[in-house]
């Protein structure tokens, strides 16, 4: 898919790749032969191009602190959307990304400046994660991780209009903030970063899916470049806040009507947050140590929406057990979610998803419990 735009005296070819193809490295190198641009634009930021060119992104990583930082979300994402994406590469018997660093490769190889244009991965992926509900998180995370059945989709077929125009209103329909945050946003940002630059002529070399909206942005006069947070009421953060204030008032209005509720109320709550907590880190086949710390910790950070208890029993497993030098140099090469249980690094980021998701199923049962029995008394 090639397009050849005008913007202010510019040329522009914008080719839309399929990144798991053959057929999109030779098609991008052979357009950068012909076109012999002032300038060549590529679809990445400094961190995934470090990772596509030497793969040290998981082998450099510190875990402890990478997940005291917060980044537990963002690195389990990271995960499993290049398992997900090397699957269909190694399938095609070519690297993903490969395109995109042809790209360099071509422009290094004939003189030509190169631009990295895409917005940071990380501040993608936190937004992303950001912009969903969680009914939308729990759909996401269902659809990745179930396996996929039925006919097989041709690579290749993803670079024609039509198969990708309905991938795209999919997209829409199910997540449209995901729309919103991985296409719109970064075509957005891309066409900023691109027409910063001095040139008469250019080629830029995006996903398939960019195509149609990075033109779109080029050919604007004018591009709002504002990512902030939704000027919507965070409904989100107010559901999580509200849910731990009504669980501390709910405790407290069970002593006021007795002690004897008020004591099952509490026991309620530690033990249904504790056990599936705890049930979490076992599933993920962490350290016996994390299962205690998993046990200890969740009725407490249940009440405290800026500290998951996943984090904190991820923290502990990395602490405890860190990840070898190995585990680290093969996490990047794993192309089945099962191969996760059999990598240390794999478990930790189980540890810190199945805690967290039996920390939540724990707050919510027990929670419910105390509005039904206790406060509304039924």
Known sequence: MRQVIQVDGKEITVIGTAHVSEESREEVKTVVEEVRPDNVFVELDESRYDSLRNE??????D?????RQGKGKLLLLNLVMSIYQRKIGLEQDIKPGSELLQAIDSAEEHGIEYNLVDQDINTTLSRAIDSLTLLDKIKLVASMLMPSEGEEIGVEDLKQEDMLTSIIKELEDEFPELKRVFLDERNTYMAEKILENDFDSAVVVVGAA??????????????KLNFETSKSFPWMKALNYGF???????????????VNEGLTNLGVWVVANSVLAMIGSMIARANPVTWIVSFIASPFTSLNPLL????????????????????L??????????ELWDNQMGRILLTFFLVNLGSGAGAIISGLYILVFSVLGL
């Open 244 to 258: 731990t204030a009504f669980v501390i008032l709910g405790l407290g209005y069970g002593f006021y009507s007795g």
């Open 329 to 338: 140099e093969e996490i990047t090469k794993i192309e089945n979610y099962r």
């Open 210 to 223: 960019h195509v149609q909206g990075l033109v779109e942005e080029l050919k604007k006069e004018e591009r």
């Open 56 to 61: 040290s992104g998981w082998k450099d990583l």
């Open 308 to 327: 998951p208890a996943g984090m904190v029993s991820a923290y502990t497993e990395a602490k405890i057990s860190p990840p070898s030098v190995e585990d």
């Open 63 to 67: 875990v402890t602190d990478a997940i």
